[in-house]
């Protein structure tokens, strides 16, 4: 607070017109008699009830107290409304707003116990009188602290003496959170400033008793539990300059974005739609800890629209407080298929692989047209019209045996055109809302969609069944397939009969097969060179092709080849030593049996 705060301004050396307002307090207490109705009297006089003449704030006196009493003679509220325009200066000067004021103190306002505001700002105020020129000043805030001490006085000193202990116990923990103070929570382990807006009680059910802050900028709203007296810690020196740097790691987050990242996060969990609980009726998502490492979609807006239960707002301000924003970014996994929150830290620009094309074992012509046509797609922006997106998409169906690249090429497809990959099956999709979302999702994120082993969408529809609810499922992808702008891949081990009007929404069919030698070659060595030249004594070009057509006699595909390399590095790092071409020999050996097996 600047010298000038603390000193009453007035021009020409006069004060505001303070004549008409009394440096005096009338009391007037209420109570109910025996019909019930409400009767007031003026307190320290015995004369007879008397009845409300005038409004308060147009009352001539400085303060009007008004205490209402409960049927056993204790006081239930008390109720002080300030007319003195000094004291309305002082306010505007030390307090300028406080959020459960509805009042910018210019003229005549209310306060009701506890005087959450009073018990804040009671050094301050006290601070302003002490240093103001003004007598008359000095004797209207004497008027105020009077009352302030009769109603609130010896409570006050019960507190300073708890918190000079650094103790405060739930029923007073909200003299702590000032509003426009600054608090530290943590999340996934990572400090969080947070401006107060405002306090409040409550209970839960299954929360019992809760103290809520209301702060701005990020979240709207926390809650913390208050079970028994805790210390009051301070905050870490380094602290400032670490939240500093995590704003601008958060500000460059915003929007949506497709970002790698590598760490703990949380994913939103709610109860089941089969389930119910009277006792858990108000019982909110939680946030669930969990390992992510892949591709996320950050998406703020989108989260909140899906979640509006449990949306966090965030105050839109062109020159953000870097300090107060908060730790993580809202996004979508897109392993996991759940909104999760990720820490800011642990996000990192996508490293898109540039030559993913060429490492695509596919038929020339077949990698070719395919290349030509996703590259060459573009999302249709500013659509005003479901018609003006019939048509503007791009189907691809991919069929074929197990393991021969399938989901392989969709993934390359979304790696070369740098957008996020929509994985989803039919085990996702029984319900009209989720095939809905999903595609909703990619127009918004101008995401590919890739839909697995679709052989519910693709066979022929038999209307003399019973498939009712397999006939609207399919009615409806036909329907939002035809309208939907972006990419989508639908792969299928096994197609008998294809539905005709799926078939004429296929724009490019790709079939593929067991791999030949030469492609199991390709497959062995691409891998082999995959492998840090650390781990191996297999690596390098003229190795890892001298490994591959000693292992291509193997016929396998190419899921198979990356389970064996896997577990043979894991054989190879339980061992101790470096991987060796034994080591996938003895992988494919032990398998043999089984496999076999399967063939006879």
Request: glycine content about 4%.
């Amino acid at each position: 607070m600047t010298s000038d705060q603390l000193h009453p301004s007035h021009e020409n050396g006069t004060e505001p017109a303070s004549q008409e307002s009394i440096c005096e307090s009338k009391v007037y207490h209420h109570t109910k008699n025996k019909d019930g109705r409400d009767q007031c009297k003026e307190q320290l006089q015995d004369s007879e009830p008397t009845k409300n003449s005038e409004d308060d704030e147009d009352s001539p006196y400085a303060l009007i107290v008004r205490r209402r009493f409960s049927e056993k003679r204790e006081v239930e509220s008390t109720t002080v409304c300030i007319n003195s325009p000094l004291i309305h200066k002082a306010f505007q000067d030390v307090i300028g707003s406080y959020p459960t004021v509805a009042s910018d103190f210019k003229s005549s306002f209310k306060l009701e116990s506890p005087f959450q505001i009073l018990l804040h700002y009671w050094d301050p105020l006290e601070a302003y009188r002490d240093e103001a020129d003004s007598p008359r000043m000095r004797q209207h805030l004497n008027l105020l602290f009077r009352f302030m001490e009769e109603e609130m006085g010896p409570e006050r000193r019960t507190l300073q003496h708890m918190l000079q202990k650094q103790m405060i116990t739930f029923k007073q923990a909200w003299v702590i959170y000032r509003p426009g103070d600054l608090v530290v929570s943590e999340v996934l382990g990572k400090s969080w400033l947070s401006r107060v807006e405002k306090v409040s009680y409550g209970t839960s059910r299954n929360r019992g008793p809760a103290i809520t802050l209301r702060q701005t900028i990020q979240p709207r709203s926390k809650d913390f539990q208050f079970i028994h007296e805790s210390s009051v810690t301070g905050a870490r020196p380094d602290l400032e300059t670490e939240l500093l740097e995590r704003g601008k790691k958060f500000i460059t987050n915003r929007g949506i974005l497709t970002k790698d990242y590598d760490g703990i996060a949380e994913w939103l969990k709610e109860p089941p739609l089969d389930f119910f609980d009277p006792n858990m009726a108000d019982y909110p998502p939680i946030w669930l800890p969990f390992t992510e490492t892949g591709r996320v979609v950050l998406d703020r807006k989108t989260f909140e629209e899906d979640n509006y239960s449990h949306v966090t707002m965030i105050e839109e301000v062109d020159d953000p407080e870097l300090f107060l924003c908060p730790p993580y970014a809202l996004g979508y996994s897109t392993g996991r298929k759940e909104w999760c929150r990720y820490l800011v830290d642990n996000l990192r620009d996508v490293a898109w692989k540039e030559n993913a094309w060429s490492s695509l074992i596919l038929d020339q012509e077949q990698k070719q047209v395919l290349k030509a046509l996703v590259m060459s797609h573009k999302h249709p922006e500013r659509v005003r019209s479901l018609s003006e997106q019939k048509g503007k998409g791009l189907v691809v169906l991919l069929h074929g045996t197990p393991g021969s690249g399938k989901t392989l090429s969709a993934e390359t497809a979304a790696e070369m055109s740098k957008k996020a990959l929509l994985s989803t099956s039919m085990s996702e999709l029984n319900r009209y809302d989720r095939l809905k979302q999903i595609l909703q999702y990619a127009t918004t994120w101008n995401a590919i969609i890739l839909f697995d082993e679709a052989d519910v969408f693709l066979e022929s529809r038999d209307l003399t069944s019973n498939s009712t609810t397999r006939n609207a499922l399919v009615a409806v992808f036909l329907k939002h397939l035809e309208y939907f702008s972006g990419i989508v891949f639908l792969t299928t081990s096994r197609l008998s009969s294809i539905d005709a009007a799926m078939k004429s929404r296929i724009h490019l069919s790709l079939s593929f097969g067991p791999p030949e030698a030469e492609v199991r070659r390709q497959i062995w060595k691409q891998n082999l060179e995959a492998v840090p030249v650390d781990e191996t004594e297999i690596g390098g070009k003229e190795l890892s092709s001298q490994a591959a057509e000693d292992l291509i006699h193997h016929k396998l595909n190419g899921r198979e080849m990356s389970n064996a390399l896997n577990t043979a590095r894991t054989l190879a790092r339980f061992e101790e030593v470096k991987l060796s071409l034994q080591h996938i020999e003895t992988v494919l050996k032990v398998g043999q049996t089984f496999r076999k097996h399967i063939e006879t």
